[in-house]
């Protein structure tokens, strides 16, 4: 060790460099974990929004679900 | 800027007289044209072209992610990179066993559609005419100009300039209409670009397995409208282009001599079919056919093959005028392709780089590009084939071909129909490209503008696919996928100028071995093993001068029109010195800038 006088860390060493439940890009089968994507490559309105999104898929069965972003 | 060192005055007739141009084109400025020739006959003796810079791509990719190679290979050029990261794809794709969704492989079309389209429109209206523009003819060959003057344009009617000296003056740099026109019209052509790959030039939604492009409707008709705006503008460019090189060929008999060479052209295809591309090796025959610009190898007007396969196991990348050592001693990458055909050592994927740095000496090695060949099945001729631009190549494969039939571009086996809807100022116009008597310059020249219509009408088509899919609900564009540890891929595009090929070589998850093959190596390839001379130095070569110019006013306008025709990107600093049949003095070290003294 280096005779270098530090501080207290802010930070606790077990601070985990991961939250649990956060989904990462890199995992496996990242498609199949994406909300609002289907198998069938098509996609509803969960894909742009959480809040009330089945308020906002289409009003008829025959439509596209056409998310916007 | 061109900058010309004035000879001293009077050279003897018949003396040769030593020109060279150095550096031309491609951005960093790498390409330098050495020739000698004869003003006594007006013809050019001999040619070299040569390369002073060194770029290493296949040293440093080696030990990297592969799925950092679109990023990384994108940035080999400042104005077609996108056309690397496609390439890039798909050989990882192949690599990696994965395919695009048929949405994100559409996407991918929309963007390669907007870059070609943006690209051939800057070059040709931005940098080629500048060699056809008034300004210059009247300097090099006034009495064509006057003539010019004189003749009525035959297509005036859809571009509205009523002689060929008026479109002439509209070449002019910074001041002609077409000039400042053509710049506006990149811009929007960008956009388009931009909305399918994100960025230009370098793509930031371009993967392996897909696109990140979010598949709004509203990106597609942003992009339909924007290409509504200047199709127009397509129409009267292909006008125009015939009128002005018709008239050369009048003006000037015996033109078409003029950067002229054998017709050996290489397309490696372009636009991959979602409905046919499945990105497997064994496949690859049928799903190169499907493609929208169809891939082959023509010679002497004949169609060789249109298999990608066959395309893929010729190629072969020999020494000879390079500064390199040979790697045959080397280990070899792939010994077998997936079929079970055997790779030859001097084949991409088996290719190690081993640079030495060292004098340039036109007698022995002259240039840091390698020369790339194409072995022509069951004869040992080893084929300096060239791309004739990018467009040549690729309207030539695809007319002999006559497997491209799309609503807009039909292939009839010995030409294009390219139907172009109704603009803002013209009707709906049907175009045609006939295969030309000669690969020269002016024909090189032609067919850009005549591809520009080209991917314009293939762009409206991909639009109405990709709207199509929208409509009925499938917006997946992109697919998963692992890095295996080991695995072989190649990926063949058609970079703007002509030929792409990347070949990758994965080893315990890392790149063991990477070997783009753009089409600047092709074109601008030094003498090879066998003696046989790349496609600038070729086609320059024996060339005659019309340039009424003598030696100590010479613009070299010709030459520059011939070596410009093959699209060398960007010749953004031209420099000449005239030699006077002095020596040029060899105390080159192989290093940007030595000769501008």
Not at chain 2, 48 to 68: A, E, I, N, Q
Not at chain 2, 153 to 174: C, K, L
Not at chain 2, 221 to 235: A, E, G, N, P, Q
Not at chain 2, 309 to 316: A, E, F, H, P
Request: aromatic share 10%; with cysteine.
């Amino acid at each position: 060790m280096a005779e270098i006088r530090t501080g207290k860390p802010d930070v606790a060493p077990d601070t985990p460099s991961h939250t649990k439940g956060v989904r990462q890009g890199n995992e496996k089968s990242a498609y199949a974990n994406e909300v609002g994507h289907h198998e069938d490559g098509t996609a509803d309105s969960r894909r742009s929004t959480g809040i009330r999104p089945k308020k906002r898929d289409p009003i008829l069965p025959v439509m596209p679900n056409l998310p916007p972003g | 800027m061109t900058t010309t060192e004035r000879a001293p005055a009077g050279s003897e007739p018949g003396q040769l007289v030593e020109m060279s141009w150095d550096p031309i084109t491609r951005i960093i400025g790498n390409l330098g044209i050495y020739t000698k020739i004869d003003f006594a006959n007006r013809r050019v003796a001999e040619c070299h072209s040569t390369s002073s810079l060194f770029r290493g791509y296949s040293v440093f990719m080696k030990g990297k992610d592969p799925r950092d190679a679109g990023f990384i290979t994108s940035r080999i050029c400042g104005i077609c990179g996108d056309n690397h990261t496609t390439c890039s794809v798909y050989a990882q794709n192949m690599a990696y066993g994965i395919k695009n969704p048929p949405l994100a492989e559409w996407i991918l079309n929309l963007g390669e559609a907007a870059e070609y389209m943006f690209d051939h429109t800057i070059f040709q209206d931005n940098l080629v005419f500048v060699d056809f523009c008034e300004a210059m003819v009247k300097d090099t060959n006034p009495s064509v100009l006057r003539r010019a003057r004189d003749t009525e344009a035959p297509n005036a009617a859809v571009h509205g300039f009523r002689t060929i000296a008026e479109i002439m003056e509209a070449f002019n740099p910074f001041e002609g209409a077409v000039y400042k026109e053509a710049l506006q019209v990149s811009r929007t052509t960008r956009e388009m670009f931009c909305l399918m790959e994100g960025r230009h030039v370098h793509p930031s939604t371009v993967y392996p397995g897909g696109v990140g492009t979010m598949p709004t409707p509203t990106v597609f008709t942003d992009y339909l409208s924007r290409l509504m705006d200047v199709i127009d503008f397509v129409k009267k460019a292909v006008a125009m282009n015939d009128d002005v090189f018709d008239f050369f060929y009048e003006a000037l008999p015996g033109y078409e001599e003029v950067g002229r060479r054998r017709v050996m052209l290489g397309c490696w295809g372009a636009f991959q079919d979602p409905a046919v591309v499945d990105y497997r090796y064994e496949t690859m025959n049928q799903w190169g056919k499907a493609m929208f610009v169809t891939p082959g190898v023509v010679v002497d007007g004949e169609l060789l093959t249109t298999d990608l396969v066959d395309i893929n196991l010729g190629i072969r990348i020999l020494l000879g005028s390079s500064f390199y050592d040979d790697w045959v001693n080397e280990e070899p990458f792939v010994t077998h392709d997936p079929l079970g055909n055997p790779v030859d050592m001097r084949h991409p994927w088996n290719q190690t780089t081993l640079p030495v740095p060292q004098k340039r000496d036109f007698d022995d090695k002259y240039s840091w590009v390698m020369s790339p060949r194409w072995l022509r099945p069951g004869t040992d001729e080893h084929l300096a084939l060239d791309t004739g631009g990018g467009p040549f190549a690729r309207l030539y494969t695809t007319a002999l071909a006559n497997l491209v039939d799309t609503p807009y571009v039909k292939s009839t086996g010995s030409s294009v129909q390219i139907s172009l809807p109704k603009g803002r100022d013209l009707p709906e116009t049907t175009l045609e490209w006939r295969i030309p008597q000669w690969s020269n310059a002016l024909e090189r020249n032609r067919a850009r503008s005549y591809f520009v219509a080209y991917a314009a009408a293939m762009a409206l088509h991909f639009v109405e696919q990709a709207l199509g899919l929208v409509r009925a609900g499938d917006t997946k564009v992109f697919e998963d996928f692992e890095v295996p540890d080991e695995a072989i891929g190649c990926g063949f595009h058609e970079a703007v100028r002509g030929v792409l090929s990347h070949h990758l070589v994965i080893r315990d998850g890392k790149i063991a071995n990477y070997h783009p093959y753009p089409p600047t190596p092709w074109n601008g390839s030094p003498r090879d093993s066998f003696g046989t001379p790349g496609p600038y130095e070729d086609a320059v070569q024996d060339m005659p001068i019309f340039e009424e110019n003598g030696p100590d006013d010479f613009r070299g306008v010709d030459i520059m029109r011939a070596v410009r025709s093959f699209d060398p990107c960007l010749p953004c600093g031209v420099h000449m010195y005239l030699g006077g049949g002095r020596t040029l003095q060899k105390l080159h070290s192989p290093m940007f800038g030595s000769t501008h003294g």
